[in-house]
């Protein structure tokens, strides 16, 4: 495995009552180059626990000098935001794994059309730093709810100006995907990042107006969701490993010293694509196909039925 | 350990290419079993041994001279050998970055990098060459920065642009490639360039190993041996210069085939590029004629089996059906059970 990186927290930045920016500097030495729509997983030194959250890198990513990411504090959060909101502090240490990119800009689009929900701008910074270095052609939709989760609105209005398009859900209006991509010049391509519900409809309403499947991308920030407790068996040395219900199944295995390839920890890259031998899976990846979840999981997000065991091939 | 570089010799007309015992010693014979078959043979490039060939990223050895110098003549005649497609840029500078960075550090002796911000002082004592440039400035380059750079190391690179969950072979510099062209491939999908590959796709390789390449992180590469055999040290072995090495084929006899035939070793090497998110895939070729590789009994007896036992498409798809049974027949006196 890569080493991980050692951070400290340069500063932090409070931009809404949910939204915190912080900006992480090389303990020593550099940190790695990076590109747009790259994230992150941040070590978090949560007491008894070891969680690791992904978080989009929202730096100019000409200028690698320090890593930002934005957290938004998340109601059902397993512990993560709720850390990184309460508990740490500028001048902590952090550890970092290195970046990794499952939502590039296409090299081929003519013109970039990025739609943004809340805390989903992130990715997007990174992007306008990049386009506009291009000199490339784009325009950024922010769906969000003003004074909570409409992150660096002010800052984005006033350097993209007319490109610029806000939807502030508390002053009543609303994003109409429809009109906003209908009728795009061929050779424009359509970027979301933001919740489930926003991500489906930006699919569906591309796909009902004409728009080809490569030329719409979408990243869910969705990390693992809380579930209920089980127990892991692993085949080749018959050993349990209890996995409590905000643990991923995932963390547990690294918990109990089983390194599983991964890098979305969302349940969207395939990495950590583990097979099962017997149990009952709650699949809640969007990855694996229905053949293939007959016998194999992504323990990034899935995990076995309440009070079950679940036998891994491991 | 510093490398020693071997005075100039050719992978052309006289054909002087020879390797040292040193070199024969470190080649990378390609066969951990006694037969061949296709798999997906990748794994993690971790540091090797001081002194292999996996011990540094790009791999500088004796020939470097001589190998740089044959890449020079064939730009000179065919200068589609380096192609750069428009949004390629950034890529071909972030391979500049990793060779200059990891040829200075691996060899400081030979190359030295000085970086004040975009202010770059690149040194080469080998061709003599001390450049000043602005990096992200084509201008302030004699040429186009993949090019600059690959004149100047041994082994040819592919970059290819990630998207749609593909791999596309959009730029490289490649004048020395094993029967294939980067003028035909450009553009081409990662499924498309492997089309002629026999057998491998019903076994799903490609599938396989699609998938494993699209997830190549920054600083986690990966490589892997590929490996054909080919008639005279002849480098170029391009399919726009077929008309001149193709009929070499025809040319061995029990006499010259251990002169005349090598065991051509690819060993392929697979980064992630941190800026532009392409993959950069280098192709670092070793070659060794037959009668150096018997030097070592145990890869002379192996070979043996390999080529004996090879399915006959695999032998077509790499050419080697004209001559093998020739070098099978020469290699047999080197494998005790089937001699006796």
Redesign the interface.
Known sequence: M?PLLDVEVKTIRQLTPLVREFTFAAVDGKL????A??HVQVHLPVPGRALRNAYSLLGD??EPSSYRIAVRLQDDSRGGSRFLHEQVKEGDRLQLS????LF?P???ARHHVLVAGGIGITPFLAYIAELERRGASFELHYACRGGLTDAYRAELAERLGERFHAYDAAAGRRLDLGEALAERPLGSHVYVCGPQALIDDVRETAARLGWAD?RVHWEAFAAAEPGSPFVAELASSGKRIEVPGDTSLLEALEQAGVEVPN?CRGGV???CTTPFLKGEVEHRDSYLSEEERTTALMPCVSRGRCGSTLTLDL | MPVTLKPLESYRDDFTFRNSPEAIARFPFPFPEDQYMYSVNIEPATPGAPGSIYEHWFDIDEHYRSETTERAKVLQKDPQRCIVMPHMHEACWDTLEVIMTHLAADYPELFRLTRDGDQWTWENHVQDIRQSFTFGDADTLPYEPLEYIGRQVQGDFALLDQRDNDLFMDAGIVTGPADWSLAFDAGMSFKQWHSPVPMAHELGVFDRALKYLLNIQVDRPVRRLNWTMTINPRLDTSSETFHEWGRERGMVTPENVGRLVHLRVELQFMARLARSNALMFSIRTYLISLEELVTNPAWAQRLHRVLRDLPQALADYKGLSRYRQTVVDWLRQYDPEAAA
């Open positions: 890569n790695p180059r990076f590109s729509g790259s990513p000409s290195p970046p990794a990119n590039a296409s090299s081929q490569k890098l890259c395939g990495q």
